[in-house]
């Protein structure tokens, strides 16, 4: 079945990393993603990764996929007051349409 | 490139009525496009799928009498709640996706119910 989980909270100071750890369990997985939410505001897609590879860079992002364990992590490196958001990890699943299935989401909090 | 609206933004209706939420690709011709639903600190949850000219697929426990989803073009789905009820408020989401892998999401609807 499809369940991606995600620990509920992160706080970090500024200019530290910040780790946002993902577990999901179907192993069919295509493409796993990280979307950034702001209050009030809509998905914005922040990276996706495909399922056979282990990492990805971009800037200050970097996606780090474990499949045997089916472990998904984001680091953002120098964390900003502007990277305060939600962050859900999602997966998608093959088929016609690749349904994407969301995490629970997890609310970082950058301390100045 | 790759915007998608919604319109309207934010809605307060009545008990017992009905409101249509538009879902618009304003820069691509969207294949698919799909309806979440979120509730407050809650994560999204897919309610339906609508692929152009075709009837909408529907998630399990989703009343598709209740959340009629019409996909007329390639770049618009409307979403009508019908006799909306207080426990239909939440923020209604939809997102499109053309050929490729990216699901392009648009800023959400609020709707709250009296």
């Known amino acids: 079945g499809e369940d991606v989980e995600q620990s509920l909270f992160l706080s970090v100071r500024e200019g530290d990393s910040s780790v946002i750890n993902c577990t999901y369990t179907?192993?069919?997985?295509?493409?796993l993603y990280w979307y950034k939410q702001e209050p009030g505001a809509g998905l914005q897609l922040l990276t996706y990764?495909?399922?056979?590879?282990d990492m990805k860079q971009d800037q200050r992002l970097t996606v780090l996929l474990n499949k045997k364990d089916k472990h998904l992590s984001l680091r953002i490196a120098d964390t900003q007051t502007g990277d305060s958001a939600i962050y859900f990890c999602?997966?998608?699943?093959?088929?016609?349409?690749?349904?994407?299935?969301f995490g629970t989401g997890t609310k970082l909090q950058v301390i100045p | 490139g790759a915007v998608v609206s919604q319109h309207p933004s934010w809605v307060i209706c009545k008990s017992g009525t009905s409101v249509k939420i538009e879902c618009r690709s304003l820069?691509?011709?969207?294949?698919?496009m799909f309806w979440y639903r979120q509730f407050p600190k809650q994560s999204l949850m897919l309610m339906a799928t609508?692929?152009?000219?075709?009837?909408?697929?529907?998630e399990q426990g989703v009343e598709k009498d209740k959340f009629l989803i019409n996909h007329a073009s390639l770049t618009l789905s409307t979403l009508t709640v019908t006799s909306a009820h207080p426990e239909d408020s939440s923020f209604y989401i939809c997102?499109?996706?053309?050929?490729?892998?990216?699901?392009?999401f648009g800023p959400g609807t609020r709707l709250t119910v009296l």
């Open positions: 179907d192993s069919s997985s295509t493409y």
């Open positions: 820069d691509f011709q969207a294949t698919t």
């Open positions: 999602a997966e998608s699943l093959p088929g016609g349409y690749q349904k994407v299935t």
């Open positions: 609508s692929n152009e000219g075709s009837k909408a697929t529907y």
């Open positions: 990764i495909f399922s056979n590879m």
């Open positions: 997102s499109a996706r053309t050929q490729g892998l990216s699901q392009f």
